[in-house]
């Protein structure tokens, strides 16, 4: 059974930056895809970004260049978001496992309980 946990989660300010960890149970963090997903109130769940095993990753449109995705077995996941906007708040959730590695919730298989993220103007 495999258990994530995510943290991290704030309120910053416009342009402002966040650190969040994904830390996972039962799990193997090199062998499988993971990803960062976010769903905002009255929103759908949205890809954030996605890491394979061999380190490969794929970015949302909206974070490329804001946004940088990492993990390694001693540290986790981890998201690290810079330059933050107000239309990056949001619940932000951790996944693993994924069938197909990428930015599609349905193709993975577990997720953490999700920490806030809130950016004020």
């Known amino acids: 059974q495999v258990q994530l946990v995510e943290s991290g989660g704030g309120s910053v300010q416009a342009g402002g930056s966040l650190r969040l960890s994904c830390a996972a149970s039962g799990y193997t963090y090199r062998r499988y895809c993971m990803g960062w997903f976010r769903q905002a109130p009255g929103k759908e769940r949205e890809g954030v970004a996605a890491i394979d095993a061999d380190g490969s990753t794929s970015y949302a449109e909206s974070v490329k260049g804001r946004f940088t995705i990492s993990k390694d077995n001693a540290k986790g996941l981890s998201l690290e978001m810079n330059s933050l906007k107000p239309e990056d708040t949001a619940m932000y959730y951790c996944?693993?496992?994924?069938?197909?590695?990428?930015?599609?919730?349905?193709?993975?298989?577990?997720w953490g309980q999700g920490t806030q993220v809130t950016v004020s103007s």
């Open positions: 996944a693993a496992r994924a069938v197909v590695c990428g930015l599609i919730p349905g193709a993975y298989n577990f």
